[in-house]
């Protein structure tokens, strides 16, 4: 919202009554009506001026184009990340022998004797050796320069050790020792009878065996929704991981893909998209949300001038400061809010240039900015809601009980960091819910939320019954204090807040020295002259009823 400077010339505002007026009133009508048009909705800023409301239009415009803009990358990062995940899987049923296509826990596969060790291993090898016959996909090795990367091998191990368990006997050196060869799948015969030593482990000092390998792909699917397919490189690791040394040896696969733009490509037979209709859009939602964060931007400043007036006036009549609640009807949130969300939507759509582009692969860094920015956009139509007194309930809710609502969960929050930390330490090793500190606090908050219950107390490991014992004690002590206490008071809080409000509605709110001064000002006159401050936004065009519609009432409600 913009200021209304004086829309009357001096010599008219002062009119016949110039006689009788002295310059102090005159200057009071004057601050008064502008603060009366600052607390304007759009719709009573258009019936007073009938001007356009250039500031809402842009921000309907932003919402269209940043939902449209967020749906196309949506879909198209949908497609990057299934081709990952799915490539993810077929590593593992190419690489991992007894592969059963579920992870199990934190690991893929476990292996409990030697011969299945070596069997684990060397299939591996093998059916790396295979690639190019066994899988279905576009998929290749890597190769740099016209050489074939080749696959690496990694065994680590302490440097000395002698193990008898029998005799309660141990000579361990905790020097950690690496050794790694290299793996040509052309040449396999001569390699595996020149590398039989390395094969020769001792599982009592093997920590790990580490294999990794660079693979090719090409996301073939981009084509069907007319978009240029991506180039990927896939760098795979695979561990043997023995660091328990309880005779169950966990295989991990995991993967990183990175994406580029392919060298050499020709797509004929389907309509090839031009990427530059999609260029031309994120350069327009930049403009738009840059023409948004100036526009909200000159709107505080003005408000800020606004304020210094209001607050010498008052210093020069009343001899009296303004106080903090009238400071804050000047602040307005919301458009702070826009001016955020406009700089994530600029840095957001300049990403995705660079993807669209080929010359960035941060899809998940883009989502955050786009999605975010998408998010407050969408939470910012609630300011023009709010001009509706039926539909103000809920930001007058939210205003009031926020100050009470943080006392409150800050002072919760310690009980709840006491039961995460005893949980984590005393029920983790029996309880998967528990195992961390984050997976604590994850199951805690489930729990206040009534979910997953009984499995939260059926899933304990009833081994050790003292722990058994506690953990019937913690979980009923932390859902009854929770659930019937905690969660009950922080209801209770917002539901003050909510009768308080609905309570100001139907009596009226409380005046302050801003609005008894505004209370004082007959109804806004219309206007035919332009205002050199006035380029607020009103709530749509001309032809909508709201903007035509008289208000029901005159008073006065005041919406920072």
């Known amino acids: 919202m913009e200021l209304l400077v004086q829309y009357h010339d001096g010599s008219e505002s002062v009119g016949p009554l110039g006689s009788t007026m002295s310059q102090g009133i005159i200057k009071e009508e004057i601050l008064r009506n502008d603060l009366k048009y600052y607390f304007m909705s759009p719709c009573e800023k258009y019936r007073a001026r009938r001007q356009l409301p250039w500031k809402l239009g842009v921000q309907i415009l932003k919402i269209v184009m940043i939902t449209s803009q967020l749906i196309l990358f949506g879909l198209n990062n949908q497609l990057v990340v299934s081709y990952k995940e799915e490539n993810a899987m077929t590593f593992k049923n190419l690489f991992l022998k007894d592969y059963s296509g579920v992870d199990e826990d934190d690991y893929s596969v476990a292996l409990y004797s030697q011969q299945a060790v070596y069997d684990s291993l060397f299939y591996v090898l093998d059916q790396y050796r295979q690639l190019g016959r066994l899988s279905v996909g576009p998929i290749s090795y890597a190769e740099e320069d016209g050489k074939l990367l080749p696959l690496v091998i990694c065994k680590e191990y302490y440097k000395r050790g002698n193990v008898e368990p029998s005799d309660d006997a141990y000579d361990i050196d905790a020097q950690l020792e690496k050794v790694c060869m290299t793996h040509d799948p052309t040449n396999v015969s001569q390699w595996k009878a020149e590398n039989v030593s390395f094969f020769n482990l ?4 093997l920590v790990d065996i580490k294999i990794t390998f660079q693979l090719k792909g090409i996301n073939l699917q981009t084509v069907r929704s007319h ?11 695979i561990t043997f991981d023995n660091q328990c040394h309880s005779g169950k040896i966990k295989i991990f696969l995991d993967i990183d893909a990175l994406s580029s733009a392919c060298k050499n490509w020709t797509i004929s037979g389907t309509a090839q998209k031009n990427t530059h209709y999609l260029l031309v859009f994120d350069g327009f939602v930049i403009v738009v949300c840059l023409t948004s964060a100036v526009l909200c931007t000159r709107s505080i400043v003005l408000a800020v001038k606004l304020l210094q007036r209001f607050s010498r006036f008052f210093r020069e009549n009343y001899n009296h400061k303004v106080c903090e609640t009238d400071k804050k009807e000047f602040l307005n949130g919301w458009y702070v809010l826009v001016i955020v969300s406009d700089a994530m939507a600029i840095v957001g759509s300049i990403l995705k240039m660079e993807i669209q582009a080929k010359s960035l692969t941060s899809y998940d860094v883009c989502s955050i900015f786009l999605g975010t920015s998408t998010l407050m956009v969408w939470v910012g ?16 809710t939210m205003k ?3 100050p009470k609502v943080i006392r409150f969960c800050c002072c919760a929050g310690m009980i709840y960091l006491g ?6 330490i005393v029920l983790g090793p029996y309880h998967e819910k528990f195992e961390g500190l984050s997976r604590v606090a994850e199951s805690l908050f489930s729990l206040v939320n009534g979910d997953d219950m009984y499995t939260t107390f059926a899933q304990l490991k009833d081994k050790n019954s003292l722990v058994w014992l506690f953990s019937r004690v913690y979980l009923y002590s932390f859902i009854s204090l929770f659930i019937y206490m905690v969660l009950s008071l922080f209801i209770a809080l917002i539901t003050d807040a909510y009768d308080t409000i609905k309570n100001y509605q139907k009596n009226g709110f409380p005046m302050t020295d801003l609005q008894r001064f505004l209370r004082e000002q007959n109804d806004f006159p219309p206007s035919e002259e ?8 009103g709530m749509g065009h001309p032809a909508l009823c709201c903007c035509r519609r008289a208000p029901s009432n005159d008073d006065i409600i005041l919406i920072s």
């Open 227 to 237: 978009e240029l397919p991506d180039c990927y490189v896939f760098f795979v690791t």
């Open 400 to 402: 009031t009980a926020f």
């Open 530 to 537: 332009g205002s050199e401050m006035d380029t607020e936004t």
């Open 202 to 205: 001792e599982f009592y000092r």
């Open 419 to 424: 039961y995460t930390f005893c949980g984590w």
């Open 381 to 396: 139509v609630i300011r023009y809601l709010g001009y509706f007194q039926k539909y103000n309930v809920l930001i007058l």
